[in-house]
């Protein structure tokens, strides 16, 4: 029974199209986030959503642009894809009073040709 | 800002041995987080440990434990009877009680476990 479920674990795409990245977590968890790692394996977070509202941003292109539907579903749509975007795509969920105890998801490993 | 920073890009260790992953960080909050993840080859991050800064004692979770130096700003992570399963790449992590849900991580350090 996975907590934390992203779709799909693979993209490989051309430049300048338009792909979307689903996540789901069914931990009951209020806060929910994606991070990128890049092919050097660093970290960093995009975008935290709590109860569905927009927490952070963090100095993402307007290309991205994620969206909850609701607390348990983050999903990201990345727009006019770049070479630059190719990286692992991870989404995690937390309660907003342990957030920094993350439960990631597999990943979803983006490749832009 | 906060920094993290983890020295040990790659580390290799014997089976039953013990394994120490040095990380520093940067802050002049005085009340915070530090965590250390575990991400195996299969990629899924999982969280190792936990301590935060206002306790003294070290956080210990089964062969998993932390050296916690404060005053040094150093956050190790000691990893005793190492298994084949502890091959991963291992990232500290930061966050302070005023931050805005944001969680920094470190560059992360190779752990390779020799049979």
């Known amino acids: 029974d996975t907590a934390v479920s992203q779709t799909p674990k693979y993209l490989v795409t051309q430049m300048g199209n338009d792909k979307s990245i689903k996540c789901e977590q069914n931990l009951g968890h209020d806060t929910m986030y994606w991070y990128k790692q890049d092919s050097k394996k660093f970290l960093k977070i995009m975008f935290s959503y709590n109860n569905k509202e927009l927490i952070i941003n963090e100095t993402v292109p307007n290309r991205f642009s994620p969206k909850s539907p609701d607390k348990a579903h983050l999903n990201l749509h990345i727009n006019s894809l770049e070479l630059g975007d190719s990286a692992v795509y991870f989404c995690?969920?937390?309660?907003?009073?342990?957030?920094?105890?993350?439960?990631f998801g597999e990943g979803s490993r983006l490749t832009v040709l | 800002a906060q920094t993290v920073t983890q020295s040990q890009p790659e580390m290799s260790v014997q089976e039953a041995e013990t394994v120490t992953l040095s990380c520093t960080y940067d802050t002049s909050e005085s009340n915070y987080y530090l965590f250390w993840y575990k991400q195996p080859p299969s990629r899924q991050m999982i969280l190792v440990i936990r301590q935060e800064a206002y306790k003294q004692q070290n956080a210990t979770e089964n062969r998993f434990s932390v050296n916690f130096q404060k005053a040094a700003k150093s956050f190790s992570l000691k990893i005793s009877d190492s298994q084949l399963g502890d091959t991963a790449m291992y990232f500290c992590?930061?966050?302070?009680?005023?931050?805005?849900?944001?969680?920094?991580f470190g560059a992360g350090t190779t752990v390779t476990v020799r049979a």
């Open positions: 992590a930061f966050m302070t009680s005023y931050n805005d849900y944001k969680l920094s």
């Open positions: 995690a969920s937390s309660l907003l009073t342990l957030r920094g105890e993350l439960f």
